[in-house]
Structures are given as C-alpha cells and as structure tokens.
C-alpha cells in the first residue's frame, strides 16, 4: 500500500517536498515512480528512481527543478519540487513497479492516492 502526501497550495517560485510511504516488507525491492494528472488529461510520468537509489530520471518538463529520491529504511519515496510554476498543478502518485527505467503507467503495478499540488501564479 502507497499513501502520499505533502501537497498543498503554493506560489509559483515555491517549493514542495511530497512524500510516498509505502508498506510491506518488499519496498526496497521495487522502482519508485511519481506521476501527475491534471483533469481531462492522462496521467503523465514525473519521475522515478531505482530500487537501491542510485539511479533516478526524470521527465524534461520537471528536469532541474524536481527531484526524486527514497529512504529503504524507511520505506519512503520523497519528491523535492523547487521553482514550481502554475503548470505544474495537478494531483500526484506514486508508484511501484518490477521494471527498471519505468516510464509508463501500464509499467507499474501499484498506485498510492494521489495528493494535490496547486501552483497559483
């Protein structure tokens, strides 16, 4: 089970840390992913990261200003979003999946509830 949390109402310029706590003993062996929807649009992927934590990557849009990173012992996946422009609105998930360099929704196969995330301008 995936819960997230740490969104809220921002200033474009500003920064948010979300936070994905996840339970169950096998964390540490599943790539992390953060994935953001905004209404009427298909989830898009953010971000993800390799189960040991040493390899992250992340989408174009978010390059520079967003960063993923995870705690195994404490069974957490942070994003560190700075510089956070009005665009950048929308609820965010996080995920777990098996494959390595996961990039696409169908790749994961467990989601948290999303947390919102509004940048006003």
């Known amino acids: 089970q995936l819960q997230a949390s740490g969104g809220g109402l921002v200033q474009a310029g500003d920064s948010l840390r979300l936070s994905c706590a996840a339970s169950g003993r096998a964390f540490s062996s599943y790539y992390m992913g953060w994935f953001r929807q905004v209404p009427g649009k298909e989830r898009d992927f953010v971000a993800a990261i390799s189960w040991s934590g040493y390899s992250a990557y992340s989408a174009d849009s978010v390059k520079g200003r967003f960063t993923i990173s995870r705690d195994n012992a404490k069974n957490t996946v942070y994003l560190q979003m700075n510089s956070l422009k009005p665009e950048d609105t929308a609820v965010y998930y996080c995920?777990?999946?098996?494959?390595?360099?996961?990039?696409?929704?169908?790749?994961?196969?467990?989601w948290g509830r999303g947390t919102q995330v509004t940048v006003s301008s």
């Open positions: 995920a777990a999946s098996r494959q390595p360099i996961a990039t696409l929704n169908a790749d994961y196969d467990y």
